[in-house]
């Protein structure tokens, strides 16, 4: 396998390392409720494990039996593995992720970034927010909230046509929604409420961002400010489960 694809792949994996007949654990991550995102051939380092992850799919388990050459070597890793140990993993994959693309494109200079067609910006920028709603629904909010502000840096370039403001305008919506709910799981309600009002500032009929808006100012204990938000949202859409439960938690 090309060392380049090794360095462009993050997974998230469960394993577990076995000297023996399966009877001696030396390493694991099985206790964890939410593995953190490794890169092969940085994080994961084991030529044989390399293989053999990049043999699988996501929500695959395997049992790799690793011989000293595909593991530790001769030399081991001592305390935990002795000299020419062969090595037994199970791992299952909970996902891959692709970051070829954002990675390459972090690796330019800021005039090199800013040279690149709009298409290219807009996609990198989408696959920034891709890889902060992976971390969101692992309930990784910090790292989440970081991916999107990468995505957003990248967005922040002027535009020659309407046509073209108006994309790096959606691109940036979905962003400022993304930031503004990421805040709220972060109980940061003064940032969830700036973001919430940078998207309406886009979108002054956002129903989302009115929504955003009106938790945070509820969250604040700013109850005039969240009830306006909120019945603009409820006049939007009315008949939407959430927004009327958060009116009856107002009220």
Request: aromatic letters at 12%.
């Amino acid at each position: 396998f090309p060392f380049s694809l090794l360095l462009t792949l993050g997974c998230t994996v469960k394993y577990s390392g076995y000297l023996g007949n399966w009877n001696k654990l030396f390493c694991s991550n099985g206790n964890s409720k939410y593995p953190r995102l490794m890169k092969l051939g940085k994080d994961i380092t084991l030529c044989g494990l390399e293989i053999g992850l990049l043999s699988m799919t996501k929500g695959e388990a395997a049992l790799f039996i690793l011989t000293p050459e595909y593991a530790y070597g001769q030399r081991g890793c001592p305390p935990s593995i002795p000299p020419n140990t062969t090595v037994l993993f199970k791992v299952e994959v909970l996902d891959f992720i692709d970051s070829e693309e954002c990675d390459a494109f972090f690796d330019l200079t800021y005039e090199q970034q800013d040279r690149l067609p709009l298409e290219k910006v807009l996609k990198v920028a989408a696959a920034e927010r891709e890889f902060g709603n992976y971390f969101f629904y692992k309930q990784r909010f910090k790292i989440a909230k970081d991916r999107y502000k990468r995505a957003l840096s990248i967005l922040g370039r002027r535009s020659s046509s309407k046509a073209e403001q108006s994309q790096i305008n959606a691109s940036k919506l979905l962003l400022f929604l993304n930031l503004s709910l990421t805040y709220l799981k972060l109980e940061c309600a003064g940032r969830a409420l700036k973001y919430g009002e940078l998207a309406l500032e886009m979108d002054q009929g956002n129903a989302k961002a009115l929504f955003r808006c009106g938790q945070a100012c509820l969250y604040m204990r700013e109850y005039s400010k969240s009830r306006d938000y909120l019945a603009r949202a409820q006049c939007i859409q009315p008949f939407n489960h959430d927004i009327n439960n958060e009116l009856k938690k107002l009220a």
